[in-house]
């Protein structure tokens, strides 16, 4: 079992930066994923990064590429998502979450590959 809470969102301006935490703890022998997704009120929710256990391999999804970077801090079982250069389109729930599989073959990006989710932080960018 993974338990996971994201903290870091808010309002921002357009341009501006912010920094998501998700603090995880639980039994992390089998995860050897995490990701950050988000998900606009009447849209699906989007997978936009992810990276493997150990830091070693990250994905990112095309519409922040650039902008974005995820990481983790394994000593702090913590995941971050630094955010850059945010737009207005940017504006969303931000929700992390672990997947107790493999993170090297799989659509990483699909957010019904991850087993576990918290419960999500806002941002808002606004002009």
């Known amino acids: 079992q993974v338990q996971l809470v994201e903290s870091g969102g808010g309002s921002v301006q357009a341009g501006g930066s912010l920094r998501l935490s998700c603090a995880t703890s639980?039994?992390?022998?089998?995860?050897?994923?995490w990701g950050w997704f988000r998900q606009a009120p009447g849209k699906e929710r989007e997978g936009i990064a992810a990276?493997?256990?150990?830091?070693?391999?990250?994905y990112y999804a095309d519409s922040v590429k650039g902008r974005f970077t995820i990481s983790r801090d394994s000593a702090k079982n913590t995941l971050y998502l630094q955010m850059n250069s945010l737009k207005l389109e940017d504006t969303s729930m931000y929700y992390c979450?672990?997947?107790?599989?493999?993170?090297?073959?799989?659509?990483?990006?699909?957010?019904?590959?991850?087993?576990?989710w918290g419960q999500g932080t806002q941002v808002t960018v606004s002009s």
């Open positions: 979450a672990a997947r107790t599989s493999n993170c090297w073959s799989f659509a990483y990006l699909v957010p019904k590959n991850y087993n576990y």
């Open positions: 990276i493997s256990t150990g830091g070693t391999f990250t």
């Open positions: 639980g039994y992390y022998t089998s995860t050897y994923c």
